[in-house]
């Protein structure tokens, strides 16, 4: 006569047990999430800015009778070429730190800081041209800053 296991009991040998239960895999390590977004997010906001000042300086190259002042009510006194020139560099670095912040590069992101920071200190030489627009890249070069600085070890 052969045994029947019963509950709680072990089985025989030789037999495969009634019930299994799942073995527990340790809980994986998510990395990324949120704050890979706002790295994605300052990355495309480089290059965004970059088309911006961009646009902004070859208006300044070319058309120097479209901003509302005269070089004189600039902060800094030089003639829209010389701004033009300075915007398009700008936007030259911005767009360059853009790709390199998508590609997940961290030079990129050093560069990326130092682009937006520059970028910050010629725009608020550039307000009494063009406030809004120039107080609008201001901002958004805050919010690039904030993104690539805050949770650096999560976006490796």
Request: hydrophobic share 55%; charged share 10%; glycine share 8%.
């Amino acid at each position: 006569m052969t045994e029947t296991p019963t509950a709680g009991s072990a089985p025989p040998s030789g037999t495969a047990p009634m019930h299994t239960t799942p073995a527990r895999r340790p809980p994986t390590q998510h990395r990324g999430g949120a704050w890979q977004g706002w790295i994605v997010f300052a990355g495309l906001l480089l290059t965004i800015i970059g088309a911006f000042q961009a646009i902004e300086g070859l208006v300044a190259l070319f058309q120097d009778d479209y901003y509302a002042v005269t070089r004189n009510g600039l902060v800094v006194h030089w003639n829209y070429t010389a701004w033009g020139w300075i915007m398009l560099v700008l936007a030259a670095a911005n767009i360059l730190a853009g790709i390199g912040v998508l590609r997940a590069q961290t030079w990129a992101r050093i560069w990326a800081i130092l682009v937006a920071s520059l970028s910050v200190i010629a725009n608020i030489g550039f307000t009494s041209a063009y406030p809004i627009w120039a107080f609008m890249v201001i901002a958004l070069d805050i919010v690039i800053i904030y993104a690539l600085c805050v949770h650096w070890d999560e976006a490796t």
